[in-house]
Structures are given as structure tokens and as C-alpha cells.
């Protein structure tokens, strides 16, 4: 049974998703502009509206590490932070995936500094993207929301346990109040479903062992078993996907499609910026032109094989990244490109940076990526709206 449709921003959103869900453990330190969340959160412990244990830390290091030693005792764990915090948790990230703790952190994607910004690019998200955590991409309130439910059935999947990032964008979605439809808390609970951890501490009948020294003789065969369980993690994902869809009414896929399969030329990109590309290509084709575009929801692990099968056969593919990469491609266009080479022919591809620290992207500038593209004027890379 679904509530009535209410007014929320993202980060009330997610608080919601969590009281709903009931973790154990909660352990957060502040900063801009994922604060709410935690504290909006926080007000839900004391009022005595979920049994969860709230950990205030202090710093963000701490922070990760309370969780990580929860969800390792056998606890279900959430987390939340941005920009520099996860930049301060990099140590833990790492030992968060090699322990194989499924917990759970909100991401309200901001620039990493310096200079120092406040505001919404994906710096964060990506520099922390080979570290061994799942990450789900938001377009709107409504599906940060549904994100937050939906990433501990994945993490906590006995072929994944791995922990998995939420991203929404900072102030985007973190601070706009858009209209979104919960759900029924028993709806959510039977679709969690009880925590059942896999090898926890605190199981004294069948004692285990985490964090030891692991030599040449292991740790290659442990770092494979993560990027197995996280090919497992894509068949998981679409099951959870398709179990989400019966509790909910919302479907989600890997990899969506907007006006792609007639199109002769799509774009690529994340978070909120596949709504707003949405409006470019509404418009484009009542122009005539043949335009969509492309979000993989899963960043990681990434849908390299329905990405690719997107891609195909289309004249041209420009590539948007938040994030700047300096002396290297930027990563999703590097993943897109490597992804589009298992294709007999490959599309011409394009980069596009844009959005850094905020900077605002309008239609008309999202426009522009396709008719470029159509006019041949696109190069191999491309900055979108930076003053030259």
C-alpha cells in the first residue's frame, strides 16, 4: 500500500527511507549538504521511531570505521557524507569492501576542493570508484528515495556483500522539494527482508577472524572475489529491480533509455542531469532530429554490456562527466569507450565536461552536445560552459 504523494527534499527523503527501514547502527559525522539527512535522521532515534543505534562521531573517518565494525559484528549499518568527508574516509573505503561489509552510504555528490565549493559535481563519487564500492545514481527525490531501500537488498545478497553508495546531487536533489510517493514501512520490511550477516564477529558458536594480515600468498584471490561479487551484482540488481517494481509500481533498469532506440545520436550521463537532457531531447525532436540519451543507474559495478548495446549503431556518442580527470580521459567516458569496444563498430565518441563545482547547464546548453555532434563540430574532448 503506498502513501499519498508528499512534498520532500532529497536528504528528508533518504531519513525516511531509513526510518523505514530500521538499521541497527548509524554512525555520521556533518558536512554540506548531506547534514540533513543525519540529523533529520537523528531526530527519528531520539524521538524513539526506530530502534537504531545513532553513533556521533568525530570525524568522518571515525565514522566509516564504527560502521564498518558494525556491519562486520553482524549489524545492518547506514552512513551518509559528501566531498571531503568521503575523501577522509579513503583509508576505510577500501577495508569497508575487502571485509565484505554490506552497509550502506548516502552520497550527496560534491566538488572536492581546492578551491574549496560547496556545491554539485561528481569529484567525490568518482575518486573513491575503484575502491571496491557499488554505486546507484538518482535523477530525481523519488528515486534517491527508492535507491536508499532498494542498495542494502543488493549489498546484503549473499553473491555481493559489498558495500554500495547511494549518489544524489548535492543541492540538486539534497535541497529541492519535489513531489515523491513512499511507501508502506511494512512493505519495505518484507521487502529488506531480516539482516542475516554472513560471517559475523559476534556469532562466539562459529568464531571468524576480520582484518588479519593477508600476504602474497591471498590477497590476489581475495581482490578477485571482489570483482566476482560484483559481476554477481548486476544479475542481483535486475532481480531486486524487478522485485522492487511489485512493491512499488516503479521500474528501474541498469541502464535506462530515453528516445534511444530509433536515435542516431545519444548522450551518456548521471544523476539529475538525465532529467534535464530529457527536456533537450523532447525538443530536438520536434525538430526532426533522431537524439536520446542514456543513464547507466549502476555506475558500479558498471552495465558494460547494456551500455554497449545502446551505443550501438549510433552515428555519434557524446559522454557527460561531472568530473574532471587532469592528464587522463574522464572516467565514464573512458568506461563507455571501453565498454563500446567489444562492438563490431564502434560510434564515434565524444567527451563532455560540464557542471564542475556547480556551474549551472541548462537546456539549451545540453542542446548543444547534440547539434554539435550533428554538425561535426563535437572534438574528442569538450568543455561544456567553461569560459576559455
Avoid at 110 to 131: E, K, Q, W
Avoid at 230 to 248: N, P, Q, Y
Avoid at 256 to 275: I, P, R
Wanted: glycine fraction near 6%; aromatic fraction near 8%; charged fraction near 25%.
Amino acid at each position: 500500500m503506498e502513501h499519498k504523494d508528499i512534498a520532500i527534499n532529497g536528504d528528508n527523503a533518504i531519513a525516511m527511507a531509513w526510518k523505514q527501514i530500521d538499521p541497527d547502527v548509524c554512525a555520521a559525522y556533518p558536512i554540506t549538504p548531506q547534514t540533513i539527512i543525519v540529523e533529520r535522521f537523528s531526530d527519528y532515534v531520539a524521538d524513539g521511531e526506530v530502534n537504531t543505534e545513532f553513533v556521533c562521531t568525530e570525524s568522518e573517518h571515525s565514522a566509516l570505521t564504527v560502521c564498518i565494525s558494525a556491519a562486520a559484528s553482524g549489524a545492518r549499518t547506514v552512513t551518509a557524507t559528501a566531498s571531503a568527508g568521503l575523501a577522509y574516509m579513503w583509508e576505510m573505503l577500501g577495508i569497508a569492501s575487502g571485509l565484505r561489509t554490506p552497509l550502506t552510504m548516502a552520497v550527496a555528490n560534491r566538488a572536492l576542493s581546492a578551491p574549496i565549493n560547496i556545491h554539485c559535481d561528481h569529484g567525490d563519487a568518482m575518486a573513491s570508484r575503484d575502491t571496491g564500492w557499488m554505486m546507484i545514481f538518482a535523477e530525481n527525490v523519488q528515486e534517491a528515495y527508492d535507491n536508499a531501500i532498494i542498495a542494502p537488498k543488493i549489498a546484503e545478497h549473499p553473491d555481493v556483500q559489498l558495500p554500495m553508495m547511494t549518489c544524489l546531487d548535492g543541492f540538486i536533489l539534497t535541497h529541492a522539494i519535489e513531489r515523491m510517493t513512499p511507501l508502506d514501512s511494512h512493505a519495505i520490511k518484507d521487502f529488506i527482508g531480516e539482516y542475516r550477516p554472513v560471517h559475523p564477529l559476534l556469532d562466539w558458536k562459529n568464531p571468524v577472524t576480520h582484518g588479519v594480515m593477508d600476504g602474497h600468498d591471498f590477497y590476489f584471490e581475495h581482490r578477485y572475489q571482489i570483482a566476482e561479487a560484483m559481476t554477481a551484482a548486476l544479475k542481483v540488481a535486475e532481480d531486486v529491480f524487478e522485485e522492487f517494481e511489485k512493491i512499488s509500481g516503479r521500474r528501474y533498469d541498469l541502464v535506462e533509455e530515453y528516445m534511444c532506440k530509433d536515435a542516431d545520436y545519444v548522450a551518456v550521463c548521471l544523476g539529475s542531469t538525465f532529467g534535464t537532457m530529457k527536456a533537450a531531447v523532447d525538443q530536438l525532436r520536434k525538430d526532426g532530429k533522431k537524439v536520446g540519451v542514456i543513464m547507466p543507474r549502476l555506475f558500479r559495478p558498471l552495465p558494460s554490456e547494456k551500455i554497449a548495446k545502446a551505443v550501438s549503431g549510433k552515428k555519434g556518442v557524446a559522454v557527460l562527466d561531472k568530473f574532471l580527470s587532469p592528464g587522463s580521459y574522464a572516467p565514464m567516458y573512458e568506461d563507455v569507450l571501453a565498454s563500446a569496444s567489444s562492438l563490431d563498430k564502434m560510434p564515434k565518441l565524444f567527451s563532455y565536461i560540464y557542471g564542475l563545482g556547480g556551474r549551472d547547464v541548462k537546456v539549451d546548453d545540453l542542446r548543444s552536445v547534440f547539434t554539435d555532434m550533428i554538425a561535426g563540430k563535437a572534438k574528442k574532448v569538450n568543455y561544456l560552459g567553461v569560459r576559455l
